[in-house]
């Protein structure tokens, strides 16, 4: 089936040890998004990649960094994580084929800073 | 930015009663759509009403669209345990953008 893939789906990581979240895509479409969405919040847009145009949202701190290498793959860096930054990192994908700007999102990856 | 209020926040039935939840959004929108998010879950796709509909239809779920108060509701008939979960509105006033501005979320509680 096609689908959004994160990995891992739970990551533990230490005070300013960078990071990296991964997520893969088997849809085949051209827009991949990260949110971050803190406990009992809406979900928060860090960036897009619209094919390989990055758009960055003008409050995503510098900290945060994204690489999309190819069409399937998107990666969340995080340089320096602080404990703020714990939360579930969600991916999305849309089509521009579609009309209607539908998203497809992964599980999520929760991240636990100590 | 985030652009829709959902209200309740917190919305607890029993089961074979009806939800509604509501969403009010600021800007003019190309169309709106509402998620479901089981806990600890990626969100997934309900429904999508576009801004010249007014109601919409699938399976269980009712949404309408009221553009001129800039709302929009989400009945579940007949809800079932399986129903709980946060629900969001998502308004889709981007265009050529292609994003999605989420609102504050109803948690949606269903007791068998």
């Known amino acids: 089936d096609a689908m959004v893939i994160q990995n891992p789906r739970y990551q533990v990581t230490q005070f300013g040890k960078p990071v990296t979240l991964s997520c893969s895509q088997t849809l085949n479409h051209n827009v991949m998004y990260w949110y971050q969405q803190k406990s009992s919040q809406a979900p928060k847009l860090l960036f897009h990649?619209?094919?390989?145009?990055?758009?960055n949202e003008a409050d995503t701190p510098d900290n945060f960094q994204s690489r999309r290498p190819n069409t399937s793959f998107c990666f969340l860096d995080i340089r320096s994580p602080g404990l703020g930054d714990a939360a579930m990192y969600l991916c999305?994908?849309?089509?521009?084929?579609?009309?209607?700007?539908?998203?497809?999102f992964g599980p999520g990856t929760r991240l636990t800073v100590l | 930015s985030q652009q829709g209020e959902e209200d309740p926040q917190a919305l607890s039935i029993q089961e074979g009663e009806n939800a509604t939840m509501n969403c009010s959004y600021k800007?003019?929108?190309?169309?709106l759509q509402w998620y479901r998010q089981n806990s600890g879950r990626g969100l997934v796709h309900l429904i999508l009403i576009r801004s010249n509909e007014r109601e919409k239809h699938s399976g269980r779920l009712r949404v309408t669209l009221d553009t001129s108060k800039k709302s929009s509701s989400l009945l579940i008939t007949a809800s079932r345990a399986a129903d709980t979960a946060s629900y969001f509105c998502?308004?889709?006033?981007?265009?050529?953008?292609?994003?999605?501005?989420f609102g504050s979320g109803t948690q949606l509680t269903v007791l068998p």
């Open positions: 990649y619209y094919d390989k145009d990055f758009n």
């Open positions: 999305a994908t849309s089509s521009v084929k579609s009309s209607y700007n539908e998203q497809f």
């Open positions: 800007t003019s929108i190309n169309n």
């Open positions: 998502a308004t889709d006033s981007s265009g050529s953008a292609r994003q999605l501005t």
